[in-house]
């Protein structure tokens, strides 16, 4: 895209609900769908892109490997991991990228609850960011369901309350559509229907609190489930006491840096998508992020070594995964806490984007200990998942990567919608009469 | 106004979302100190009576009709390795070497603990354990999600992965259906030739543990494991030797499994409780008459 704007620069891509000429006409759902661009000018640019070639090579052969798997069953891409059940698919796609989803609550705690309303620029990106994380998280594990068509059992069929992955079950769940609510004001902007908007706004409060009792809960839950396995967890990545609060604590500045990367690519990769506001105001939107994330960080330092010393683990450290150990930490948390501080002392995005990076690899990291490097660390062996479980985990995380960018290039998440819909509203007749309707629906009680 | 009618319906929200999972803190709370049904059944294990005949396997094989072992019941090169339970094989015998010229023969199957880790992970209560003693598996109500594979602190349960439609969790079930909801023993207890298992009320295989090894002094190791592991198991232990040389985890906890969950699940009712009171309270005070700002107004256009 950036390549075929360089060639045309008097594109006109699609930032408003209308036209400018043609009388104010709405643009039409394929015209957004494209960008304002014909479907020729919307190939070429696509074909121009070589991520795109990358992703179709991939495509190519992951696809059929990932059908394979539904047709040839489990065994056919994960072998038979009796000793490590949970492999690539769960302890990557489930336990690393929810973590790194927490942005949606945290930004939608400090806009809408605390009022700091100076991070509203970058807030949609820190919904839409949790949602996609969420959403994709489930993907992954239809993935590695045995039987995924039966995915609403615990909901409807048979019910283990006392399991902590009833809890999470519910709470991913109730999130998920907690946060398709909250990124929904942008998708009802581009669609042009404001009294969706209207009545999500009016919930905004209510969707935020149960986003951090939720997210307070199912993040420490993704970590609880390893208490059920206190004698295959290696000891130094296992704490009766602390491990949810492991998994909580280091959600935080994981789902912080994911904005800080994600952004940084945005505007390194989709400058033309961002506008005026976002560009000027991004680097000086990291550095806060980054402030909150190296609080995060610091917290989590504590929490590790306080949960060794706790349970007297230290002689530990002089193991083999003892070095593993320290490198996790002095990689992924005191590496990433003194860029990150550095960053903010010295005003520099760069250092800032650097730190953000090593933190979200040692979130990943640490999933991925927790519940596939050291998991039986006691068998001497380390398992290694077989490379069709790698294929698809790559091919799963590449559509994430599509579907992201789709939903950038065109919903107002890095940039204004210009339309307002008040202004709206005045040219239109009906919306009026439906939002009241709306309204109504809204409160019951005809208040 | 508009805070006040927020703040209660970011209570209401709150409120249906307690009441959804706070069932998951109290009935995981309860189950501590469960100790076994009465009258639950077990089997008393004397490892040094085992030859390693492995006749215990094949009558497991045609009791549950599991499918032909890629290597013959009576051929021994199986020793060679450590094997495990899988999809095709509920029980295995292990070798061990446990002095220069002594082994000992160890039968693993599932112990069917008295208050399961598998049972207590699952959440669509696949798992029962009856009154009998049995851990057995509803089939039916299975989505495959493994979490009891990852809790089992045995390592039992194996998954038939390779069934592309209904694969499932295959463990040993103490031939509830056929046999132990009778009366009957199991299987593998009825066919072996040394007297290698008494199966009988799990209160007498205590008390015949220990007479056993009181009756024979240094023949076993005063210990019968099973007892009191993870909260006690069905399927106990008489050996000559260490436990742990006979692949037994010796450092196995003595309280259950979810009693490690515990610290997380008792947080959860207070998350609950605080939370939205206190964030609530937060945005009220953080957003008051600031710069004359309110925050909802965007969207609002009447």
């Keep these: ?447 | 106004m508009i805070e006040r009618r927020d703040f209660l319906k970011g209570c209401l929200a709150c409120g249906v979302t307690a009441a959804t999972v706070s069932v998951a803190g109290t009935n995981a709370m309860a189950a501590g100190s469960f100790e076994g049904y009465p009258d639950a059944m077990g089997v008393l294990v004397d490892l040094t009576r085992c030859v390693g005949c492995r006749s215990c396997e094949a009558a497991c094989n045609k009791e549950q009709n599991l499918p032909e072992p890629d290597q013959a019941f009576d051929d021994l090169s199986v020793f060679n390795e450590k094997r495990r339970t899988t999809e095709k094989a509920y029980t295995v015998v292990n070798e061990y070497q446990v002095a220069d010229k002594e082994t000992l023969f160890r039968k693993m199957q599932c112990n069917h603990c008295n208050e399961p880790a598998c049972l207590t992970s699952c959440f669509v209560n696949a798992y029962t354990k009856t009154k009998e003693g049995a851990v057995i598996y509803n089939s039916k109500v299975c989505v495959g999600c493994r979490n009891c594979m990852i809790a089992c602190p045995f390592n039992i349960p194996a998954y038939s992965y390779s069934s592309p439609l209904n694969p499932l969790v295959k463990k040993c079930v103490f031939c509830y259906d056929t046999r132990v909801k009778e009366g009957k023993p199991p299987a593998c207890v009825d066919i072996c030739p040394q007297q290698v298992m008494t199966f009988g009320r799990r209160d007498d295989l205590i008390k015949l543990g220990h007479d056993r090894i009181q009756a024979n002094p240094g023949k076993y190791v005063d210990k019968l494991f099973g007892e009191k592991a993870v909260g006690g198991t069905s399927w106990m232990y008489l050996s000559s030797v260490d436990f742990d040389k006979v692949g037994f985890d010796a450092h196995m906890q003595n309280e259950p499994i979810i009693s490690n969950v515990k610290d997380f699940l008792g947080f959860v009712p207070m998350v609950l409780a605080i939370w939205p009171a206190l964030f609530s309270g937060i945005h009220l005070l953080a957003t008051k008459n600031k710069d004359g700002h309110h925050d909802h107004e965007e969207g609002d256009h009447q």
């Excluded at chain 1, 991991?81 to 930004?107: E, H, I, K, R, T």
């Excluded at chain 1, 000086?284 to 060794?308: D, E």
């Excluded at chain 1, 559509?399 to 939903?407: E, L």
């Design chain 1, 1 to 447: 895209m950036k390549a075929f704007l360089a060639r045309n620069p008097n594109t006109q891509l699609i930032t408003s609900l209308r036209k400018d000429d043609d009388k104010g006409r709405p643009w039409t759902l394929m015209e957004k769908i494209f960008l304002g661009l014909t479907p020729q000018q919307y190939l070429s640019q696509a074909m121009s892109n070589p991520l795109n070639w990358i992703f179709a090579v991939i495509f190519m052969i992951g696809i059929p490997v990932l059908i394979g798997r539904y047709i040839f069953g489990l065994s056919w891409a994960v072998g038979d991991p009796y000793d490590n059940a949970w492999g690539l698919f769960l302890a990557f796609g489930l336990f690393g990228m929810v973590p790194l989803s927490s942005s949606g609550f945290q930004l939608g705690t400090a806009v809408e609850i605390f009022g700091r309303h100076d991070l509203e620029p970058i807030e949609r990106l820190g919904l839409l960011n949790g949602l996609l994380g969420y959403f994709f998280a489930v993907m992954f594990l239809m993935v590695d369901l045995g039987q995924p068509w039966r995915l609403p059992y615990p909901m409807v069929v048979s019910f283990g309350p006392a399991a902590v992955l009833f809890l999470v079950a519910w709470h991913v769940a109730t999130y998920l559509s907690v946060q398709m609510a909250e990124v929904s004001t942008s998708f009802f902007e581009w669609m042009g229907w404001p009294a969706g908007k209207t009545f999500i706004k009016k919930m905004t409060l209510g969707l935020t609190v149960a986003g951090i009792i939720l997210s307070t809960l199912h993040q420490g839950a993704l970590g609880a489930l390893s208490t059920y396995a206190p004698g295959k967890v290696h000891p130094l990545w296992y704490s009766a006491s602390f491990q949810w609060l492991y998994f909580f604590v280091s959600s935080l500045p994981g789902g912080l840096c994911m904005v800080i990367v994600v952004s940084t690519i945005a505007i390194k990769t989709m400058q033309w998508r961002c506008d005026e506001t976002f560009k000027n105001s991004l680097e000086k939107l990291q550095i806060t992020l980054a402030k909150g994330a190296s609080m995060g960080l610091i917290t989590y330092l504590t929490i590790r070594l306080v949960g060794i010393a706790h349970d007297n683990k230290w002689a530990y450290l002089a193991t083999g995964w003892g070095a593993w150990w320290m490198f996790e930490i002095g990689f992924g948390v005191i590496l990433s806490l003194a860029l990150l501080t550095a960053g903010v002392r010295k005003n520099s995005a760069t250092l800032v984007r650097m730190g953000a990076w090593t933190t979200i690899l040692g979130v990943i990291l640490h999933r991925l200990n927790v519940y596939m490097f050291t998991f039986n660390w006691q068998q001497g062996h380390v398992h290694v998942p077989p490379w069709r479980e790698i294929i698809i985990t790559i091919t799963m995380y590449s559509i994430y990567i599509v579907t992201y960018r789709a939903i950038l290039y065109r919903w107002p998440i890095l940039f204004k919608w210009k339309t307002r819909y008040s202004e709206y509203a005045v040219l239109e007749p009906k919306p009026a009469a439906v939002a009241s309707a709306a309204q109504a629906e809204a409160c019951p009680s005809g208040k």
